[in-house]
């Protein structure tokens, strides 16, 4: 209960700091937002002189990519960002006497910018886009919409295990900024945020449907609009547990061998 109690206090304080950082909130959402008008506008371009392109029409290209979107938007992890400077600077012996554990505080804090995030960008480009043209926000069957928030939980998990990684290697390497670099590059190609799986070459597809960055994007979108059937959920959620758990074994053992090696000197 006591666990519980700090954890949600933990939440609420970083609530409330998203709060007063909203503006800043709003301008990296924005910034976020230009890739999806470009590639919107670039798949408009690409229909405009065929109805269907490797088996999407012009309303499930714009589904995919909106979608996505929303669901990278609410699912996304960035405190690698931060923590890799407070640890270059020494900050993080703060962090790591006090009786919390920051892995897990770091978890929670994300949440409720991700939280804030959902409130400011997510919901408003939704409604925005219900509004405007609906016919691109399909409604999932009952069964998906169960699943869904499941699956959104994992990708968030998935995206904090990435997140931990990083940080971690920030222990013993002064320039795993570049690892910031690396994690985008990596969920950029092989979450379908750039592409549709279907548009790659075959050994690439074959790649990314044994790999877990699919979850943030793909995934998410294609239980949305009913393409995943009831085998390919229970194989998906079953891939999605032992990444899960082979990912959380590694962070365990990566960031204890590396705090190990951590050393801090200066007032």
Same mark, same amino acid.
């Given at each position: ?7 949600? *206090?933990?939440?609420?304080? /970083? ?13 990296? *959402? ?28 012009? !309303? /499930? ?46 978890? $929670? ?5 991700? !939280?804030? !995030? ?27 919409? $169960? ?9 968030? &998990? ?8 990083? $940080? ?9 900024? /570049? ?13 379908? /945020? ?29 239980? !949305? &609009? ?36 951590? &050393?801090?000197?200066?007032?």
């Amino acid at each position: 209960m006591k666990w519980s109690k700090k954890y949600l *206090s933990i939440y609420l304080v /970083s609530l409330q700091e998203s709060i007063n950082y909203r503006g800043e909130l709003l301008l990296w *959402s924005f910034m976020d937002a230009v890739p999806l008008v470009g590639m919107l506008v670039l798949w408009l371009n690409a229909f405009s002189t065929a109805n269907t392109i490797g088996g999407y029409s012009q !309303t /499930s290209i714009m589904t995919y990519y909106i979608l996505g979107y929303l669901y990278s938007q609410v699912t996304g992890c960035h405190f690698d960002e931060g923590m890799n400077e407070e640890i270059r600077k020494g900050g993080v012996v703060f962090w790591l006497v006090k009786p919390i554990s920051l892995k897990r505080f770091l978890f $929670v804090q994300e949440m409720a910018w991700r !939280t804030m !995030t959902m409130l400011l960008t997510a919901l408003p480009v939704g409604v925005l886009t219900v509004i405007i043209a609906p016919q691109l926000l399909p409604v999932p069957s009952l069964f998906h919409l $169960v699943l869904l928030p499941v699956f959104l939980v994992i990708a968030y &998990t998935l995206e904090v295990m990435y997140s931990y990684m990083v $940080v971690a290697m920030a222990f013993v390497f002064e320039q795993a900024r /570049s690892l910031e670099h690396l994690k985008w590059m990596l969920s950029w190609l092989l979450s379908g /945020s750039m592409i549709p799986p279907e548009f790659m070459p075959s050994w690439l597809r074959g790649v990314i449907q044994w790999l877990p960055f699919q979850f943030r994007f793909y995934v998410p979108v294609r239980l !949305t &609009t009913g393409e995943i059937g009831g085998v390919a959920i229970l194989w998906q959620g079953m891939l999605a547990m032992v990444w899960l758990v082979i990912l959380w074994v590694f962070v365990r053992w990566l960031w204890q061998r590396n705090l190990r090696s951590f &050393t801090a000197v200066g007032s």
